[in-house]
């Protein structure tokens, strides 16, 4: 599948135009995804530099993009959305949120956790198996 992925408040916390830290679990998660062998589309309002500190902190970060605001496979259609299966985004209707409180100017971000059980029941990652106990 081919996956949409938001940036400021989906993989880090939001302070644009700085990069924020890591969302818990964004990292691990993307990961998961690409093991699994899905493509990744970061999809963000990021623009010029800060779009460039935005790809270079997946690719520290150890994320593989398929492509940066666009699918480069969607040859068949101009529009400027980029085609995919499935988009994560703070901002996306039913996307399961860490609720901050909005105090101190707070936002809320992504709930990985969460997301990532949503992808293990919908079939996108495989079934989760926990570890062994410690003997």
């Known amino acids: 599948m081919i996956i949409g992925i938001d940036f400021d408040g989906t993989l880090v916390d939001h302070q ?19 093991a699994a062998g899905h493509q990744l589309i970061l999809w963000t309002m990021r623009s010029g530099e800060t779009l460039s500190d935005a790809e270079g902190w997946c690719q520290v970060h150890g994320i593989a993009l398929y ?14 959305k980029a085609y995919c299966h499935v988009y994560i985004d703070d901002a996306a209707l039913g996307c399961p949120l860490v609720r901050r409180g909005h105090m101190d100017g707070a936002r809320d971000w992504v709930d990985w956790p969460t997301v990532r ?19």
């Open 16 to 34: 644009f135009p700085k990069l924020g830290k890591a969302v818990p679990g964004a990292i691990e998660t993307c990961h998961a995804l690409i």
């Open 67 to 80: 492509g940066i605001n666009r699918n480069p496979d969607q040859n068949w259609s101009t529009s400027p």
């Open 117 to 135: 059980e949503m992808l293990h029941n919908t079939g996108i990652l495989p079934a989760i198996h926990p570890e062994a106990p410690n003997a």
